[in-house]
């Protein structure tokens, strides 16, 4: 990685909302930051961590949102619920180092595993995640329990 690039936790609403637009690219449902700051408000109750990658004037270029979880099938481990690398900066190896980064935290907090879903429409992310080190071990399964299809998760 590019020695002028530096990992940074985002924790303030200020940095929070610079990263919006960034997060929008990844989950276009998203409609403002003022809702964003407040659901991840909420997922920080969660033990969610917003992770940034940013040249040295502090532009960001990319997001890893992960959380520690505990459970029966994997133990102590971190999910990784957002990656997301600005569209200019794709395939400069940046999502792999937000990866490696947050594989890092997960062994050096005691995690015995590193997990995270995608889309079975999406397959460059898959080829990534495999290039990567991860595999696939299992599908995901969803179903809405919104009655307001407006709410419904994409």
């Known amino acids: 990685m590019d020695t002028t690039l530096m990992f940074r936790h985002l924790d303030s ?16 449902h998203l409609t403002d930051a003022e809702s964003f700051c407040a659901q991840l408000s909420l997922q920080r109750q969660e033990n969610y961590r917003l992770l940034a990658v940013c040249e ?5 270029l990319g997001l ?21 690398v600005t569209a200019r900066m794709q395939r400069s190896g940046i999502g792999a180092d937000l990866l490696n980064e947050v594989r890092e935290i997960a062994r050096d907090t005691g995690c015995a595993h590193f997990v995270l879903d995608t889309g079975l429409h999406m397959p460059f992310a898959q080829r990534f995640y495999f290039r990567n080190g991860l595999l696939a071990r299992g599908m995901h399964f969803v179903e809405s ?3 307001n299809r407006s709410e419904r998760a994409p």
Do not use: C, H, W
């Not at 040295?56 to 960001?60: D, L, R």
């Open 145 to 147: 329990l919104s009655s």
């Open 56 to 60: 040295a004037s502090g532009t960001i």
């Open 13 to 28: 609403r200020e940095d929070l909302t610079r990263a919006f637009d960034i997060m929008k690219e990844l989950r276009p």
């Open 64 to 84: 890893a949102g992960y959380r520690t979880q505990t459970n029966t099938l994997y133990g102590r481990f971190i999910y990784v619920d957002d990656l997301v």
